[in-house]
């Protein structure tokens, strides 16, 4: 017999024994007697009793210092961010003075004097705390109605963004489309900033005019609609084009030669397993 004979025959009763060994572990694990669990008493340990004692399913109870940071008792509090948008977002609706109670009906925050929420609020720069310890919605801009917001705008003549004033009032918005409605006031949009700037009308232009045979002038020029014509005609007047990026060429020349790869054969041995060759080839594998 060959030493590849020995090694499976060798191999197939490791294998044998190994599924015997299996099946009698597991025939011994069935037949064995289950284990009776003793109920715990509640209250105690860490598991669902102690839970249930402390009247929260599985969450420690919070320490003074979160419910001093947090402003509320909850045990699940919101983070202090949220509180502050809700709160924002509440005495915008409202323009007016609120308290802390009225807050604490309406949006279920409770703002705690100390606390990290009514520090956050009272820092915050489109938040006013009256002497009263009110609160009440700052926008940019105290603006109270459209001749207010008339008199701004002409006070910046370069130009003032909608962002701005959107928030200074409640209707804004219709007196700005009221204003361009009458023509004094322009909208130009801001590729840059993604926001519409509102530039004031100069009273002046208003009594300004000019003479009709230049208004006939104007109208009687014909512009041709080929851009190509336009460009012809610029050339002519002795108007040259803005001069563009000059375009990089490549130097005239030969292709590159690609490099041809040398080839390079490898020789495959089994010379690091000496341990076949100790013995005579087998003829035949069972």
């Avoid at 669990?37 to 102690?50: I, L």
Wanted: charge should be positive; hydrophobic fraction near 35%.
């Amino acid at each position: 017999m060959s030493n590849l004979q020995r090694e499976l025959e060798k191999f197939r009763k490791q294998q044998l024994a190994g599924s015997q060994l299996l099946a009698s572990a597991t025939q011994k694990r069935a037949a064995a007697p289950k284990r009776e669990s003793k109920p715990r008493a509640p209250g105690r340990g860490r598991g669902r009793g102690a839970a249930a004692a402390t009247g929260m399913p599985g969450r420690p109870q919070p320490d003074t210092k979160t419910l001093l940071r947090t402003g509320t008792g909850r045990k699940d509090a919101v983070p202090v961010g949220k509180h502050i948008k809700d709160v924002l977002d509440f005495l915008k609706v409202e323009r007016r003075p609120l308290s802390a109670d009225e807050i604490l009906q309406a949006k279920n925050v409770n703002i705690v004097p100390g606390a990290e929420l009514y520090d956050e609020l009272k820092n915050h720069q489109r938040v006013r705390v009256t002497a009263e310890g009110l609160f009440e919605y700052k926008a940019l801009h105290d603006l109270q109605d459209k001749q207010e917001l008339l008199q701004l705008l002409q006070k910046a003549p370069e130009g003032t963004h909608a962002g701005d004033v959107k928030d200074a009032y409640i209707g804004v918005m219709d007196d700005i489309a009221a204003l361009r409605q009458e023509g004094r006031l322009i909208v130009m949009p801001c590729w840059e900033t993604q926001d519409n700037v509102l530039y004031p009308t100069d009273p002046k232009m208003e009594s300004f005019s000019i003479d009709q045979d230049i208004v006939d002038l104007w109208y009687n020029i014909k512009v041709p609609e080929d851009p190509v014509e336009v460009e012809a005609e610029l050339r002519k007047a002795s108007i040259q084009a803005a001069p563009r990026k000059a375009v990089r060429k490549r130097v005239a020349g030969g292709k590159r030669e690609r490099k041809k790869r040398e080839y390079r054969p490898r020789v495959v041995t089994n010379v690091h397993m000496p341990e076949l060759f100790m013995a005579p080839a087998p003829t035949q594998i069972d």
